[in-house]
């Protein structure tokens, strides 16, 4: 009886299905795109270089974003301020020693590397440690499906047992955490020796870190308690055992009738995707990387998988209701009861469609952990979630800007 | 099929891509159809002349709104069903003898001053079908009163005669005659049994929330039966007074109006416990029979203060504050 009364009842939000399918690997691209915003680009790469796979590209400046590496044989077409195009090649095709030799696997389990010299080796391979090697008391390893819709989460529990001991081993070695603990959902028997396991209720909004941090402690916020996506600890799993730079990732291909969860080639685009799974796309229709709550769309199929990307979705023309311009809100109530963190969209969002951002300070827009619940409710079908990204977005803005000492003009006697 | 992927037009969009698939049009819809029991009863009882009166009701709201739409320049949008919901909410509250001119007015006042000139739907604090009802109900009191207007009937109003001739006249209404709608009243209001299913219709979509009316109509309950227990002889009995009137209307159709009423739970709650409250409260000591309009639009009143009632936004209270977060808990379960 209980679900009737619930404004939220759809069950694709329960984050356990119960339907185990084996990974796929995804297609051999025969071309890639790599986000290289924020990324340095090697001396020495540029249009027309040959590379292997693992061929580092470019280096990020910040010590906890891995570093950009070539996930195929090929030759780079394309050098612009944000993506890296490589079109791949046969290497049985060109002559012997015309591509750089392959990385050198380097065992990181057997090294014995410890604290920041892991972490700086774990870069190199392509790895963002910034969540991994969270400073925290406590760190919690996401075991549930970030978003409904994603579904890997379940199987790699078991599939990729390996991979998950190796990263929390490797953690253990970042001696960053003094403790850490893995949430898995409610009625899973997996363990592994040595983690303690917390089971929280698989429902979403339970996989958002700040809500299941509260799950797992009982606490709201509390202060010293970090918590890490599954995907990123295969990430550094994967590297851990291959020994390779990073250069695929782990993601949920979904419509509106099937799923299946994919190792895909970072940068693969996402028109071959589509063309290897014969899915057929109509006007009118959308896709989107990432969530189906969380994501975004995109607005041409030779986009790509980008590295932390989790799943790739179709909703196809009709599924939703549309969204008919700016509608404006009809105080319905449904964003406020549905918040986990009991702000009030239906005002911040109101601020923000009329620009008065600061009136934002007042409703703790800060708190908000971008569920996209807000929007999923919204019967008016307004962008309660992008409203609220606006506003935080233009206050971080604005109180950068106050945090700048002016300039005073020079040489004025 | 890549060849035909590569020449179609995606569409942008912002998260969430997924949706509850409720719409204002849907909660409309599920509106009208929870009404529509209640409608074919007074049908069925009035005939004619209650289908002349939701008839000109919902279209002069229809109408009403679409005028001041096209002067506010702003879309037309009565296909979203709002401004017949309110219409035929507004019917209900009529008797079936209204004349042309008093539904008229009525109607063009509930959506031009109740809902309309507060920016339109969604935008009014105080339920639009209440403001017209109010207005006619004052200003026209002798065609307003189904006690002097409806003549061919041999029904009689449980509400006058429980407040003229003592609790004990409540006897001669048995409780099933109250749930047939063999009251005399408000044309649909009255459908006491067929309004409360639809109204748990409603509440099971969830197109109201249930804490509402459970609230509203608890209060009438404790309300009644406190002046029942202290004198029966002159207080009638909590059921009678829940299903006589338009008490079970106003509770989950009136009550609820999304834009009038609190949105977080311990709020609601009370809004509705003063609600019943005040149905009684104006039924015992008010001069008016039938207190339950006049008490929704006093709590839709009083609405912004119960939503002031408020926990910490998420991890944001005193940390000793573990005595509240219990409090939270209980009002949740």
């Known amino acids: 009886m209980k679900q009737y009364f619930q404004l939220i009842k759809d069950p694709r939000f329960r984050l356990v299905q119960n339907d185990h399918r084996p990974f796929i690997d995804g297609p051999a691209p025969r071309r890639v795109r790599l986000n290289?915003?924020?990324?340095?680009?090697?001396?020495?790469?540029?249009?027309?270089?040959?590379?292997?796979?693992?061929?580092?590209?470019?280096?990020?400046?910040?010590?906890?974003?891995?570093?950009?590496?070539?996930?195929?044989?090929?030759?780079?077409?394309?050098?612009?301020?944000?993506?890296?195009?490589?079109?791949?090649?046969?290497?049985?095709?060109?002559?012997?020693?015309?591509?750089?030799?392959?990385?050198?696997?380097?065992?990181?389990?057997?090294?014995?590397?410890?604290?920041?010299?892991?972490?700086?080796?774990?870069?190199?391979?392509?790895?963002?440690?910034?969540?991994?090697?969270?400073?925290?008391?406590?760190?919690?390893?996401?075991?549930?499906?970030?978003?409904?819709?994603?579904?890997?989460?379940?199987?790699?529990?078991?599939?990729?047992?390996?991979?998950?001991?190796?990263?929390?081993?490797?953690?253990?070695?970042?001696?960053?955490?003094?403790?850490?603990?893995?949430?898995?959902?409610?009625?899973?028997?997996?363990?592994?020796?040595?983690?303690?396991?917390?089971?929280?209720?698989?429902?979403?909004?339970?996989?958002?870190?700040?809500?299941?941090?509260?799950?797992?402690?009982?606490e709201e916020a509390p202060p010293d308690v970090a918590a890490v996506g599954l995907h990123n600890v295969w990430s550094l799993g994967r590297v851990a055992l291959t020994g390779l730079p990073l250069t695929e990732t782990v993601i949920t291909i979904g419509t509106a009738s099937n799923w299946a969860n994919f190792v895909v080639k970072n940068g693969s685009l996402v028109g071959e995707l589509l063309e290897f799974l014969h899915i057929s796309l109509q006007n009118g229709d959308t896709i989107l990387r990432g969530g189906p709550l969380r994501g975004e769309s995109l607005d041409r199929l030779d986009r790509s998988i980008t590295k932390g990307a989790y799943g790739f979705f179709v909703v196809n023309a009709g599924e939703v209701p549309p969204i008919e311009g700016d509608s404006a809100c009809v105080n319905c109530g449904a964003c406020i009861v549905a918040c986990p963190t009991r702000i009030d969209p239906r005002m911040l969002s109101r601020y923000a469609e009329f620009g008065k951002y600061n009136m934002s300070r007042k409703e703790n827009f800060r708190l908000c952990v971008d569920c996209g619940l807000c929007g999923y409710v919204c019967i008016a079908r307004r962008p309660v979630l992008q409203y609220i990204r606006l506003a935080v977005k233009r206050l971080e803005e604005e109180e950068r800007l106050a945090g700048l000492t002016p300039l005073e003009p020079v040489g004025k006697a | 099929m890549s060849q035909s992927n590569n020449d179609i037009l995606l569409a942008i969009s912002t998260p969430p891509f997924w949706h509850c698939g409720r719409t204002i049009r849907q909660n409309s819809l599920h509106t009208l159809l929870a009404l529509a029991p209640a409608a074919a009863l007074s049908l069925i009882q009035w005939g004619v002349p209650a289908a002349r009166v939701m008839a000109l009701s919902m279209v002069a709201a229809i109408v009403t709104e679409a005028v001041c739409q096209i002067l506010m320049k702003?879309?037309?949008?009565?296909?979203?069903?709002?401004?017949?919901?309110?219409?035929?909410?507004?019917?209900?509250?009529?008797?079936?003898?209204?004349?042309?001119?008093?539904?008229?007015?009525?109607?063009?006042?509930?959506?031009?001053?109740?809902r309309?000139?507060?920016?339109?739907?969604?935008?009014?604090?105080?339920?639009?079908?209440?403001?017209?009802?109010?207005?006619?109900?004052?200003?026209?009191?002798?065609?307003?009163?189904?006690?002097?207007?409806?003549?061919?009937?041999?029904?009689?109003?449980?509400?006058?005669?429980?407040?003229f001739f003592g609790g004990a006249a409540a006897a001669d209404f048995p409780l099933a005659d109250l749930l047939l709608g063999r009251q005399l009243g408000g044309l649909g209001a009255t459908q006491t049994g067929a309004l409360f299913l639809g109204g748990l219709y409603l509440a099971l979509r969830g197109v109201i929330r249930w804490e509402i009316p459970c609230a509203f109509l608890a209060g009438?309950?404790?309300?009644?039966?406190?002046?029942?227990?202290?004198?029966?002889?002159?207080?009638?009995?909590p059921l009678f007074h829940i299903f006589s009137g338009s008490t079970v209307f106003a509770a989950f159709f009136l009550a609820t109006e999304d834009s009038c009423c609190p949105h977080r739970r311990l709020p609601m709650t009370l809004y509705g416990l003063t609600g019943g409250a005040l149905v009684m409260l104006i039924r015992v000591f008010g001069v008016y029979a039938d207190g339950a309009p006049f008490a929704v639009m006093l709590i839709n009143l009083l609405a912004p203060m119960f939503a002031l009632i408020r926990s910490h936004p998420f991890g944001t209270g005193p940390r000793k504050a573990k005595r509240t977060s219990d409090n939270e808990g209980r009002a949740r379960s």
Not at chain 1, 105 to 134: C, F, H, I, M, W
Not at chain 1, 141 to 154: F, H, S
Not at chain 1, 174 to 187: N, Y
Not at chain 2, 130 to 146: C, E, H, K, R
Request: net charge negative.
């Open chain 2, 116 to 163: 309309m000139a507060f920016g339109g739907y969604g935008a009014n604090q105080v339920n639009a079908a209440l403001v017209g009802w109010a207005l006619v109900f004052v200003s026209f009191p002798i065609p307003m009163d189904p006690n002097a207007a409806v003549l061919h009937t041999s029904l009689a109003d449980p509400l006058f005669r429980a407040k």
């Open chain 1, 36 to 218: 290289r915003e924020g990324f340095a680009m090697v001396p020495g790469v540029k249009k027309k270089t040959l590379v292997s796979p693992g061929t580092l590209l470019a280096e990020h400046p910040s010590p906890d974003k891995g570093d950009l590496h070539s996930p195929i044989y090929g030759v780079i077409t394309e050098i612009n301020a944000r993506s890296v195009f490589v079109d791949a090649m046969d290497p049985a095709e060109a002559e012997p020693g015309a591509f750089p030799p392959l990385p050198e696997p380097a065992d990181l389990l057997r090294q014995g590397l410890e604290g920041e010299e892991l972490v700086s080796a774990v870069k190199k391979l392509g790895v963002n440690t910034r969540s991994l090697g969270r400073r925290a008391k406590t760190l919690i390893v996401n075991a549930l499906n970030p978003e409904p819709g994603v579904r890997w989460a379940e199987p790699m529990l078991v599939e990729h047992a390996d991979e998950i001991r190796a990263c929390l081993e490797l953690q253990r070695r970042f001696r960053r955490a003094d403790e850490i603990l893995l949430a898995v959902p409610t009625g899973c028997s997996v363990r592994f020796s040595g983690i303690r396991a917390v089971e929280v209720e698989p429902v979403y909004p339970n996989s958002v870190n700040e809500l299941l941090i509260k799950e797992v402690t009982g």
């Open chain 2, 220 to 237: 009438t309950f404790l309300v009644a039966s406190a002046f029942h227990l202290a004198d029966p002889e002159l207080y009638a009995g």
């Open chain 2, 74 to 114: 702003q879309k037309l949008s009565q296909d979203n069903g709002t401004a017949a919901v309110t219409g035929l909410a507004l019917a209900f509250l009529l008797p079936a003898s209204a004349p042309w001119w008093l539904t008229l007015i009525a109607a063009v006042c509930a959506m031009g001053v109740g």
